[in-house]
């Protein structure tokens, strides 16, 4: 099998490399495999173990990634191929992002051409390309190609992200990045390790950065019960959105289920308190758009003009019907921070 040439590494002494793309900085010797497990050493050069070749395709509504103020109501063609660069015990798409045996699996995977992504974007009508179901990071060479062809279509890009990627790899991926949503599971430095295998300071970092470049920019964060659930800590979180990344940043706050986890099976689910405790701390915070998701019992996904509080989006299953005026509320006229 044929593979692509990996962007974002060097090569070192004794046919090692060291990759680029995210905050791991993997040293790769020859014949080995980064952390992702999509990256392979080969003769002291680096190659993409995953291009070209998609696991998951689906066509979403655009509020399922979740992004409220982008486009609402338009359909989002995503997708995603295996392995992450983070071991999350929590993933709910654990059979993608944590197959070790990429290689011999994808003998089994079609090769899909990013000319052939983007036409069926458009023949089934939707409006943007999401890159999605593991961290798009490690499909960048696979993720760039398709985005080039997407905006000469006039189609958008989404990335759903753990927001790890090195500030290399974030700068070829801004220009063509319409809007994201990056996951900030905790303000935990030790979450981040024990839980992710990751580091929290590089995703702030690149949260501020991203924010700065005006992409597009909506936060998630799943309340997992004696793990992420600590109320000082989500206090810290609301804080960081409100001072670093602006009032108007929407914050999707999510309840954590168990039996659908990679190991967390025997932790308790969120409760409904917890949710909205989480979603009172965001808006006591004076964040504009706080929004508590997949909870049955209050769910708060409609969107109210922060200033008159009418109802201008509602959403019921991902059903979303609009009563803006143009992404400014039809009875004061407030601009509510949308993207169309």
Known sequence: MKFKQAY???????????????????????????????????????????????????????????????????????????????????????SLSQEREIEKKNLDVKYISPEKIV?????????????????????????????????????????????FMSKKCLDKIVPLLDAINVDLKSFDEFFYNKVCG???????????????????????????????????????????????????????????????????HDLPQTNYEEIETAYLIGKNAGLKYVYSGNVIKDSKEDTYCPKCNKLVISRVFYNTKRYDHGGKCSECGYNLNIVD
């Open 198 to 264: 990751a580091r929290l300071v590089p995703v702030l970092e690149n949260l501020k950065f991203l924010k700065s470049k005006d992409v597009h920019l909506e936060v998630t964060t799943l309340i997992i019960p004696s793990l992420s659930d600590d109320l000082e800590m989500i206090k810290e979180i609301a804080k960081f959105i409100k001072e670093e990344l602006g009032i108007e940043t929407p914050w999707h706050i999510s309840k954590f289920s168990p039996e659908i986890s990679w190991q967390f």
């Open 8 to 94: 974002f590494y060097r090569k070192l002494e004794n046919k090692k490399v060291q990759c680029e793309l995210c905050n791991h900085y993997c040293v790769i010797k020859n014949g080995e495999l980064g952390f992702c497990y999509t990256r392979k050493n080969i003769n002291g050069e680096l190659f993409s173990l995953v291009y070209g070749k998609p696991v998951a395709i689906n066509i979403d509504p655009v509020e399922k990634k979740p992004l409220f103020h982008f486009m609402p109501g338009t359909k989002t063609f995503s997708l995603g191929t295996y392995g992450c660069n983070f071991r999350c015990k929590n993933c709910l798409n654990y």
């Open 119 to 163: 036409n069926k974007a458009m023949e089934f009508k939707c409006q943007s390309i999401a890159y999605t179901y593991v961290e798009p990071t490690i499909f960048i060479e696979y993720a760039l190609d398709i985005m080039k062809l997407a905006h000469e279509k006039g189609l958008k890009n989404i990335w759903v992200s753990n927001g």
